[in-house]
């Protein structure tokens, strides 16, 4: 039997399968609202086959946005474009989840096609970043706002009120986003956090923000559904944060009634060096599931089946999370299926054009 096509259950939800649509920025939105694009694309996902369709980093507050034309849940009017989603995605038999998420000092920054890089606060649509430290990600990028005591108050408020409409809206599966060079991710790395208050210097008092966020939102998130972390598990950089480090956070965040480790890496440093291949972050969401006793999740360059299977079936991780790929094929799980002589079953409209065994 196929693991990859095993059910998972997470608490009261369980997911037909290992597959995990990752989230990816569409940065399709404007004042934060989805659009017809947002249904069709997570939409797709669902019809293809994945377990659980992530939505891409949804912004707590305004502020938080990478980009002015990202996913926003940080108003209520916010909440009925997103229904209309996680219905359409509970429809076809995936699970509806959403990434919640602060950009900290990599906001306000150019959409891909548009150049990238960060538009600065006195630009059109820029904005002033804020972060743990008054330390800009990029030489000669906009130094952000050292946030004070209060303002971090402000964002704990904002991830527990952007959880609370995630339910209104229909989610099933809430992802707080601490990675990547984001604001949570920013607090808990030395690299980019020089405090000297309690979100500051101790490995302890770096952590803090994360956990008291994963605090608040699992008050609010019912106990029935699960909460997962996307965590960056190393910095690749010497001095920064470390997959030890990991392991002792994902110990905690198991304390806090987090159910799943998503393991991704990188993103606070630029020009880190990190050794890009297939499944080169694998080995992470191995040590953080073997180490701290908790599920995992898998990401970075899992293209094929067969690859999918062996980690699974080999323990590294309990489901797998796609971005690129389900970007390429958003039929991969039905093909995988397929590959793997799994028997999924497709949806009645395409069944006619179903490979033959």
Known sequence: MSILFSPLTLRDITLKNRIV?????????????????????????????????????????????????????????????????????????????????????KASSHRPWEGGGPIFP????????????????????????????????????????????????????????????????????????????????SFENRIRLLLEVTERVRQVWPKDLPLLVRISATDWTEGGWTVDDSVALAKELKKLGVDLIDCSTGGNVPRASIPVGPGYQVKFAEQVKQEAGILTGAVGMITEARQAEEILASGQADVVLLARELLRDPYFPMHAAQELGAGHTWPPQYERAKPRQ
Not at 124 to 136: D, K, R
Not at 140 to 168: K, M, Q, T, Y
Not at 194 to 199: L, P, W
């Open 122 to 201: 006195e630009e059109v649509n820029g904005w002033q970043t804020v972060a743990p430290s008054a330390i800009a990600f990029s030489e000669n990028g906009p130094v952000p706002h050292e946030l004070s005591l209060s303002e971090i108050e402000n964002v704990i408020d904002a991830f527990e009120a952007a959880a609370r409409r995630s339910l209104e809206a229909g989610f099933k599966v809430a992802e707080i986003h601490a990675a990547h060079g984001y604001l949570l991710h920013e607090f808990y790395s030395p690299i980019s956090n020089q405090r000297t208050d309690k979100y500051g210097g």
């Open 21 to 105: 649509v990752s989230p990816m920025c569409m940065y399709s939105s404007q004042d934060g609202f989805a659009t017809d694009w947002h249904l069709v694309h997570l939409g797709s996902r669902a019809v293809g086959g994945a377990a659980l369709v992530l939505s891409e980093a949804t912004a707590v507050v305004p502020e938080g946005r990478i980009s002015p034309h990202d996913l926003g849940i940080w108003k209520d009017e916010h909440i009925e474009g997103l229904q209309r989603i996680t219905k359409f995605i509970s429809e076809q038999g995936a699970v509806p989840g959403i990434q919640l998420a602060h950009a900290g000092r």
